[in-house]
């Protein structure tokens, strides 16, 4: 290791218990380089969701530092749930342009912003349609361009797609990316689908339960930019085949598959 410039964000010996006595997390340590794409995957109740809030300033940690290259300033970190969470009264330009009015972008720079978004979403015919008008896929959309809108540095992602089919979430995973090429944040992905995470990301970050912890930081190195093909490559399969047999070691699972 040399002396590059430090990580864009580090998570420094981590912990956190919870008032109720719940030990989620238990010394986390983590640097992510500015722009990169992380995968977080592990089983459910491991903490994945916790380290998330960590990051975005919403629980503070019992011990250890979240440590920053630039502190983040407002509007620097988005966040995308498991449920897409539109307000249903308003319409899906008046919901992706709500973080620009809490920021008093004026107006016209504002509209201008979220037409832009909405079409890179696929949702240009959709701005004045209303969120129950909205197909689950179309409102995840709606979702991600809310959280893009402020042209974050960071976006954090907790299983944004879990809840859809799997074609619908593939062509979500390849917009995603897409995004991700063109606007250049760097990305924490949380996914129960070792799949997707591994499509995705350029490092996975297995975790292990009880107490929450960092099991294995696997380098996932799969050629860019990634479509189709790469769920057919021998090199996918490698990847997606290490990851898993790191999720079930983390779990305590004797895997048997695949050689030594
Ligand atoms: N606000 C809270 N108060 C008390 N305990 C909590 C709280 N939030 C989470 N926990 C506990 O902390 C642990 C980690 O929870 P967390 O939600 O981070 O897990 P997760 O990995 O995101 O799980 P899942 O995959 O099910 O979403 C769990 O044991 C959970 O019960
Ligand atoms: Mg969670």
């Known amino acids: ?15 956190k218990r919870y008032p109720n006595g719940t030990l989620a997390l238990t010394d986390i340590s983590l640097a992510v380089g500015e722009g990169e794409f992380l995968a977080l995957v ?8 916790t380290i998330l809030r960590h990051i975005a300033g919403l629980v503070a940690p019992s011990a ?9 300033a407002a509007g620097a970190i988005g966040m995308v749930f498991q449920e897409p969470t539109l307000m249903p009264w308003a319409s899906i330009q008046d919901n992706v342009r709500l973080p620009l009015d809490l920021a008093k972008v004026r107006r016209a720079e504002a509209d201008a912003r979220v037409t832009a978004l909405l079409a890179q979403v696929g ?3 959709f701005a004045r349609a209303y969120p129950r008008e909205l197909s689950g896929g179309m409102k995840m959309r709606a979702a991600i361009a809310r959280a893009l809108v402020t042209r974050p540095r960071l976006l954090l992602m907790d299983e ?26 760097t990305a924490l992905f949380v996914t129960h689908s070792v799949y997707e995470g591994v499509y995705l990301a350029g490092r996975a970050i297995v975790m292990a339960p009880r107490p ?5 930081d696997i380098p ?17 399969a490698d990847a ?9 070691d983390a779990m305590g699972v004797h895997a048997t598959g695949g050689g030594a």
Not at 42 to 49: E, I, L, N
Not at 64 to 72: A, D, F, K
Not at 220 to 236: F, K, M, N, S
Request: charged share 25%; aromatic share 6%.
């Open 1 to 15: 290791m040399g002396q590059g410039p430090p990580p864009f964000l580090e998570l420094q010996g981590v912990s």
């Open 42 to 49: 592990g089983a459910s109740g491991c903490g994945k969701s």
């Open 64 to 72: 250890g530092h979240i440590q920053w290259s630039r502190p983040p």
């Open 123 to 125: 949702l240009a015919d």
């Open 160 to 185: 944004p797609f879990a809840a859809l089919d799997e074609i619908t979430r593939q062509k979500l995973n390849d917009d995603l990316l897409a995004l991700w090429r063109d606007q250049r944040f």
């Open 212 to 216: 929450g912890r960092i099991h294995a």
């Open 220 to 236: 996932l190195d799969l050629p860019h930019p990634r479509d189709e093909a790469l769920r057919t490559d021998a090199r996918y």
């Open 240 to 248: 997606c085949r290490r990851v898993s047999l790191a999720l079930a």
